[in-house]
Each structure stands twice: as structure tokens, then as C-alpha cells.
């Protein structure tokens, strides 16, 4: 039998009015959909940007989501067995809490799903559907070209690409080592197809190629090999990478000849104590300008990320990263809430000492609120302290001073990028749309139908089917 699937990555708002623009997609719903055998026919949908159809002719509805989605992707779950659809999960979440994700779901796909997908789908066909898909990690050879060509209009960046798997570093708060182990990395030619895709409308989104890798420049070989082959392809690209990457000029040199115009590093804390909570040992708070000059000096702008909430950090100590990371020389600030994943050490320390609150609910997983007892702090201050630290580094003067720098010091590309996200978030700043406190009447509080309604709600939102253009 050939199936009709529906893959939707599940969203619940992060911030009170919702994104004013959408800026890049997730890559799991369409490579997801890549994996698909041509006889099944496949839709993704991403309820960030697109309206769930409950009426879908789908055979089967597939839904991946992270742990702070969870209420909503039980919801929809919900739904749509009430309607007689066959609904799997998968994701971070699932693959954590099979048992969890089984009660709302006919099955559960854990890990990564290339090994079990197709067969999956056939047991679906059969109707032979088992309740639980164990996926082991495979060698990245065969992972195909994600399907561009089904994303939704909304999307101002498309060309999201992956070329590595896992991370080489084990911080606390983190469940990459667990959930992507080793490092794999997939054929240069392969992941060059990808990059040399170009069926966009818009001259952007033929240029810029955004890396979802977890480390991409982990191995210097690997990486080195596939920059020099990206050179003459004039792209302007993104990813992360960790703050080692500048002791290595050959690299630097080949990121900024290939077109590099952002680097995320996980900055996360200015304080020593709280990296050594992090277990961050690769980061040096004395280096951190002298770092940041260099990735300037290769005309390249710094995305940096902070976490609020270690065991050391203070309620000053999280508001005073909004003047540090100005300091430092950090082009695109991004501060979340530490948060315990399931799958990482700080969840089993937290689990330990019993400091999880476990009377929250998942929507507190989302990155911006509180889910467990701080050290120093009471779960409410911390929470006052992450939103006067976003409050401050993204106010008007500290935007300006950002953007003035970029039209200064970056090149064109970097430049771009800075000054796009600083109005993004400077703006959102200005309209008071805040992350969203889930404790507030503001908040999820479970009635998810009227929060993700708020996202279609909103004028000048691009209606979309999700199918080619
Ligand atoms: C790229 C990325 C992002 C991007 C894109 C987000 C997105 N929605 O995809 C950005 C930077 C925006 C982002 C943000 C956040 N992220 Co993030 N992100 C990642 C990262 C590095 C890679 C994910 C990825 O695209 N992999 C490549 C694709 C192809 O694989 P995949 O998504 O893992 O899917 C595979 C399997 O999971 C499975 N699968 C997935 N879905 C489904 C569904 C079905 C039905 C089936 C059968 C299988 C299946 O099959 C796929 C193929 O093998 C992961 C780390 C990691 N290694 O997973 C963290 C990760 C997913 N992020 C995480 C978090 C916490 C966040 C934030 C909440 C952080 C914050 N503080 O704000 C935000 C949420 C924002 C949002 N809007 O979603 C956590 C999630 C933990 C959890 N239990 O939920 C991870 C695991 C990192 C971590 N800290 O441990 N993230
Ligand atoms: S360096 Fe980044 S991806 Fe690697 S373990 Fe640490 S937080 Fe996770």
C-alpha cells in the first residue's frame, strides 16, 4: 500500500507575539522526507509557520519535536488518532522518553531514524505498525539531499545543510554526545550536492548556506577538505564551531576565503566557576576578546550563546553578561534558561539532589524558563534575572552599538547577518515580545489550541500549503 504521510515539526510560540519574521527552518522535517521511498507520497509541515490540517488525507502522521514542545505534540497527537490517523513520534524528546511518548503515540521512533524510517513505513503499509523503533546510528554516507523543495514560502533563509554528526566535547547541559555519538561526517561531494542546490526565488537564499551541524569544524581534515571546495562556489555561510578553531590560521583562512560570515560559539558564562559547572573547559574567559579579534580580523561576525542558572551564577552575575558580551566583542547575543535534558549529566546531578521541579511542565524545557531549584537564586529570580539580561543586551543601545560595529568592522556578508539579526531581536525588543514566561497568564498553561492559534492570528502571515513551488 502507498501511504500518505504528513511529517510535522511541532512548535509551540516562544515569544509572546510570536517571530515577526521567520528566519531559518529546522532540516529534520526534510530530511525526513528525503529518507522517504519514492512510492509513498510525503508533506512537511512546520507549525511554526503553517496551520495543522486535522482533515488531512494522510495515512500516517509523523511528529518530531523537542521535550518543550511535548504538550503540543501530545495534543496533536491526540487529535489525530481521534480522527483514526496512525500517529509515530520522534525527535529529542522521544527518543529520551519512549515510554512517555508510547502513551500518546500508536509508536515511537528513538534515536536517529535512517536505520528503522523505511522499514517503519513499511510495517505502517501492512498495517503491522510495532509499538517501538530502536534507530542505531549508520555511517552518513547515503544521507540524501534534504527536500528544499517542500518547505513553505515562509522561510526567509532555505538552504539548511548537515554535513557532521556529534560533538568530541561532553558539556553538562548538553545531550548531543548521547544523542548523535562519535562524529560522523558525510562525503564532501554529497554534502557540496546540497550546498549547490539553488531553486530559491530570492538572491539570498541561493547565497547563504546554514550549517546545523553540532561541531562542523571538529574534524580539521574533514572540514579543510570540503571549505576549499566551497570556495569557488562563492557562498556566504554559517555554523557552529568551538573557540579552538582560531589557534588553526590554515582554518581561518580557508573559513574566510569559503565565505564565512557567522560562527556560533557556546560562550555560555563569563564566570570560571560556572564553565567548570558546564564542564566547558575549552572555553578561557581571558581569551574571549583576543578570540572574538581574530574571527573579526577574518571578517566573520560572532554568534555567541549564554546560559543563566549555573550553580555559580548569581542573579548579578547573569544580568552583567548583557555588558560583558558587549565587551567582548559578541555581534549576535543568544541567553537561554539552563534547562535538564534528559540524556545529559545535569539532568541525573539535578534528578540527585532533587532539585528538578517536577511540577512543571514540559513547556518549561523551551530554553527560556525555569524547570529546576537554582543554587542561588529562587526559580523566579533567576527567571527575572535571564529576562532583564535579554531586556539590556538587546536595547537600543546596546543594538546600536552592535550595528554600528558591523557596518564598521565586518565585511559585507557579516555585516548583513549582524545588522539582520540585531534589528530582529532590537525590534522585538521595542514591541515589548518578550520570551514567553509560562508561569504568567502569558504562558502555555496547557491551553495550547489558543497559543498556537496566536501564531496564525497574526497579520501578514504567508498562508502555505507546504507544496513545492
Ligand atoms: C540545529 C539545532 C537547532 C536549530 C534548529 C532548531 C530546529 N527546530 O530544528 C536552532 C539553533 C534554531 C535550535 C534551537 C533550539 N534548540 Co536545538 N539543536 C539543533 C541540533 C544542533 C541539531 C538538530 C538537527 O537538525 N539535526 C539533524 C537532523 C536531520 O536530525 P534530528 O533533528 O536529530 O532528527 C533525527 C532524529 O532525532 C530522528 N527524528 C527526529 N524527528 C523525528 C520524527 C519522527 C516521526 C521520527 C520517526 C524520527 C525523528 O530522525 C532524524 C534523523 O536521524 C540539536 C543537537 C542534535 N545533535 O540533535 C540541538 C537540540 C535538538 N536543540 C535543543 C534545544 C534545547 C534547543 C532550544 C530549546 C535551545 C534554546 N535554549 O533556545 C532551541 C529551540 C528553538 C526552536 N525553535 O526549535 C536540544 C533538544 C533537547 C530536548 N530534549 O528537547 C538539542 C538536542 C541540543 C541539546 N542541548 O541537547 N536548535
Ligand atoms: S560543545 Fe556544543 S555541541 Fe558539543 S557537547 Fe558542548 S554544547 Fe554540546
Known sequence: MKLKIDIIVVYIQRYNKGHEVDFVPPITGIHLAALTPPEHQVRVIHQQVEKVNFDTDADLVCLSFFSGFT?????????????????????PHATFWPEEVRQHCDSVITGEAESVWAGMLR??????????????????????????????????????????????????????????????????????????????????????????????????????????????????????????????????????????????????????????????????????????????????????????????????????????????????????????????????????????????????????????????????ELLEAHRKLWRKAFSPSHVTQRMHRAVTRLRPGAAWLSLFMNSFYGLKRLRGNLPVDMASDKGYGGRSTERVQQIFDRPGLLESTGAPQ
Not at 72 to 91: H, P, Q, T
Not at 140 to 155: A, C, G, H, K, Q
Not at 235 to 241: F, S, V
Open 71 to 91: 504538550p503540543e505534540a501530545y495534543r496533536l497527537a491526540s487529535e489525530f488518532r481521534r480522527r483514526g490517523k496512525l500517529v509515530v513520534g520522534g525527535g
Open 123 to 380: 510495517d505502517a503499509a501492512n498495517g503491522e505498525l510495532k509499538p517501538v523503533y530502536r534507530g542505531e546510528p549508520l555511517s552518513l554516507d547515503e544521507v540524501p539531499t534534504p527536500r528544499y523543495d517542500l518547505l513553505p514560502n515562509n522561510y526567509f533563509v532555505r538552504r539548511v545543510v548537515q554535513a557532521t554528526r556529534g560533538c568530541p566535547f561532553s558539556c553538562s547541559f548538553c545531550s548531543v554526545p548521547t544523542i548523535n555519538p562519535g562524529f560522523r561526517v558525510r562525503p564532501v561531494e554529497a554534502v557540496l550536492k546540497d550546498i549547490e542546490y539553488d531553486d530559491f526565488p530570492f538572491w539570498w537564499q541561493r547565497k547563504v548556506v546554514w550549517f546545523w551541524d553540532d561541531n562542523l569544524t571538529a574534524q580539521r581534515t574533514y572540514v579543510k577538505s570540503l571549505l576549499k571546495k566551497m570556495i569557488p562556489l562563492k557562498k556566504w555561510w554559517l555554523t557552529q564551531a568551538s573557540m579552538d578553531i582560531v589557534k588553526d590560521e590554515e582554518l581561518m583562512g580557508l573559513m574566510r576565503d569559503s565565505g564565512c560570515i557567522g560562527i556560533f560559539f557556546g560562550v555560555e558564562s563569563f564566570l570560571s566557576d560556572s564553565l567548570k559547572d558546564a564542564n566547558k573547559r575549552q572555553n578561557k574567559i581571558d581569551h574571549y576578546k583576543d578570540i572574538f579579534d581574530i574571527v573579526h580580523a577574518n571578517g566573520i561576525a560572532v554568534m555567541a550563546g549564554f546560559i543563566a542558572g549555573f550553580d555559580h551564577d548569581t542573579a548579578d552575575s547573569v544580568e552583567e553578561m548583557a555588558d560583558n558580551l558587549l565587551d567582548v566583542g559578541v555581534d549576535v547575543p543568544f541567553m537561554s534558561v539552563l534547562t535538564p535534558y534528559k540524556g545529559t549529566p545535569l539532568y541525573e546531578k539535578l534528578k540527585d539532589e532533587q532539585r528538578l521541579l517536577d511540577e512543571r511542565g514540559w513547556e518549561y524545557y523551551n530554553g527560556f524558563n525555569v524547570a529546576f531549584r537554582p543554587k542561588n537564586m529562587t526559580p523566579e
